[in-house]
């Protein structure tokens, strides 16, 4: 097992590789880099003014605006346009800029964003509690809730219990989880109803000031409202692969087998149909932990004014940052292949007959 670990390990790196290579090829590609915004601005920003005096400034380039420099309607200065190049490192060719940007990667160095005065580490940091509470503790509760719901449908196959609770599942599946989650507000958040929960922050303001057991409180109450419409928004697909999963193993020879020897329900249930009906839902835990964690929760963090890294790397993208777009995208991309090799793990924990090595060989 040691040595199947470590070959998946060593494989992470060519599959970062791989990816950050696609993404800054698609990236060289697209119209409309920081250079070009930049430009768009300062041309904008001269015939906006009509000859108003400013000064715009960024990594040792000043600009001067004025009447007697007004260059709105003949375009800027070549060698501001190279020194604008060479302040977001346009100035060398793409191979360098990606060889450079993998050499810093390596130290785990993502360097300065573009538009925001801090580090990209400084900004994932920063933006990092608010993704992990929503996708911890979403995914945590979709799982408690549908895996035990799944089993129970599945032994209740055709029942009263059954029929209804498909019925709400299919509900719940229906309304997106931004649309739900705004009904959350007009009902629970002052929007006409009811004002029981905040709706912005993932803390209160005075949150320094409160005992321990009240930080605990104010946090999940913060919470409530959008982790319930991630919740409501993707636990039917899990509960629907649980049942299903445990409908086809109930169904099978060695379940008849285990009960004409006559162990109790619960017994064969457990001890036999768990491990092997619980193997497809444990594949799906990563992406799902992933979908949540970051793509999922972009919606959700915007109605609920939650600044997480969904929100910062959805801005990154539409302001060109690269910094922040490839620093998310490694790191994304990163935690997606440890959860996935975490998940291959499980898979030795629920049925120790699975030998990833063996079958590697």
Wanted: hydrophobic fraction near 50%; proline fraction near 4%.
């Amino acid at each position: 097992m040691l040595a199947y670990i470590l070959r998946r390990l060593l494989l992470i790196i060519p599959t970062l590789f791989g990816i950050l290579l696609i993404n800054f090829i698609i990236i060289q590609a697209a119209p409309g880099g920081p250079v070009e915004q930049m430009i768009a601005k300062l041309e904008g920003f001269d015939a906006a003014t009509g000859g108003a005096t400013g000064r715009i400034s960024g990594g040792g380039a000043e600009v001067a605006t004025g009447s007697l420099n007004y260059r709105g309607a003949q375009g800027l200065d070549p060698d501001l346009v190279a020194e604008i190049e060479r302040m977001y490192g346009f100035d060398k060719p793409p191979a360098e800029r990606f060889w450079i940007m993998l050499k810093n990667y390596a130290h785990l160095d993502f360097g300065q964003s573009f538009f925001r005065d801090a580090s990209v580490t400084e900004l994932i940091v920063e933006k990092m509690p608010v993704s992990i509470s929503l996708g911890l503790w979403s995914t945590l509760i979709m799982y408690l809730v549908s895996i035990p719901l799944g089993i129970a449908k599945a032994v209740r196959h055709g029942s009263a219990f059954d029929i209804w609770t498909s019925s709400a599942i299919i509900v719940g599946y229906a309304i997106p989880a931004f649309l739900f989650a705004i009904l959350l507000i007009v009902l629970f958040a002052g929007g006409s109803y009811w004002d029981w929960f905040p709706l912005r922050g993932l803390t209160s303001n005075n949150f320094a000031e409160m005992t321990l057991h009240e930080q605990i409180i104010d946090y999940f109450w913060h919470l409530a409202l959008p982790v319930t419409a991630l919740v409501i928004g993707n636990f039917a697909t899990l509960t629907l692969l649980t049942k299903n999963s445990f409908l086809d193993e109930i169904n099978k020879q060695y379940v008849v087998t285990a009960k004409a020897k006559g162990l109790s329900k619960n017994r064969v249930l457990y001890g036999h149909v768990f491990r092997n009906a619980m193997l497809l839902v444990i594949a799906g835990f990563p992406s799902a932990l992933i979908g949540i964690f970051f793509t999922g929760s972009l919606l959700i963090e915007v109605i609920f004014s939650l600044d997480g890294l969904g929100l910062l790397s959805f801005e990154a993208a539409i302001n060109r940052d690269y910094p922040v777009v490839f620093g998310t995208l490694f790191l994304f991309t990163l935690l997606g292949l440890v959860l996935k090799l975490i998940g291959d793990l499980t898979y030795t924990l629920v049925d120790p007959r699975i030998d990833f090595e063996n079958r590697a060989n």
